[in-house]
């Protein structure tokens, strides 16, 4: 064993202490080399994983959009013409009224369509096989159109019909292709003008209040913090 020929080699009579202590050294030395390397080995392979695992994402995804990126949202149908406008953080109701926009409904447009990812991609070349066209998908007419205006430019989406189960076709312009994804999309999208309406009062937080008055004739209460 090991630990064997370093204690009989430890101590020579004739030649005095022999060199088990430069061996042991030396041997500690490449254990920690060796354990450094491993460490090293499995980070990298876990980084690349990692990686790929985020591209593979972000292939799925049908729009390359970043939520706090975009500024204005419009909303066209046969029953409705709506936009919105980013001021600050806050969202705004420009068209057909100019009023607060609901937060909560704005964010999980934004949400919705970042996230958003394709279930399957049907080219011109396999629409054209399976002898359909895009009215077939609901898309010559679309039903709905949406446009995201980002700093980098405007992102154009056509909503057409819903298949079997949970899917429905969009189209991304100006590409061709047709994608299938969640439905979850046209809900976000197809909800009535009150419903995208901040139903608040008042444009503050009450935790943001310092102080207030209530009065009745020539009374007066004052509260403050």
Wanted: charged share 30%; aromatic share 8%.
């Amino acid at each position: 064993a090991l630990a064997l020929q370093f204690t009989e080699c430890a101590y020579n009579s004739d030649v005095g202490y022999s060199s088990a202590p430069a061996m042991k050294s030396k041997t500690t030395l490449i254990l920690l080399l060796l354990a450094v390397a491993c460490s090293v080995g499995f980070f990298l392979a876990k980084e690349r994983v990692r990686s790929t695992d985020e591209v593979a994402g972000k292939r799925k995804h049908v729009f390359d959009i970043k939520s706090a990126e975009v500024t204005e949202i419009g909303i066209k149908g046969a029953d409705r013409d709506f936009l919105f406008e980013k001021q600050g953080n806050k969202w705004n109701l420009k068209k057909p009224l100019q009023v607060r926009a609901n937060a909560g409904e704005m964010d999980g447009i934004l949400s919705t369509v970042e996230y958003m990812e394709r279930l399957r991609t049907l080219t011109p070349k396999e629409i054209a096989e399976a002898r359909l066209t895009l009215s077939d998908y609901g898309l010559a007419k679309p039903r709905l159109v949406a446009t995201f205006k980002t700093k980098s430019g405007d992102v154009t989406l056509k909503i057409g019909n819903e298949s079997r189960g949970d899917g429905l076709y969009i189209q991304v312009a100006p590409d061709p292709n047709v994608h299938l994804v969640n439905k979850t999309l046209v809900s976000r999208l197809d909800k009535k003008l009150d419903d995208y309406r901040e139903r608040s009062l008042f444009d503050f937080s009450p935790a943001e209040a310092q102080r207030f008055e209530i009065r009745n004739g020539p009374k007066l209460l004052e509260f403050s913090k």
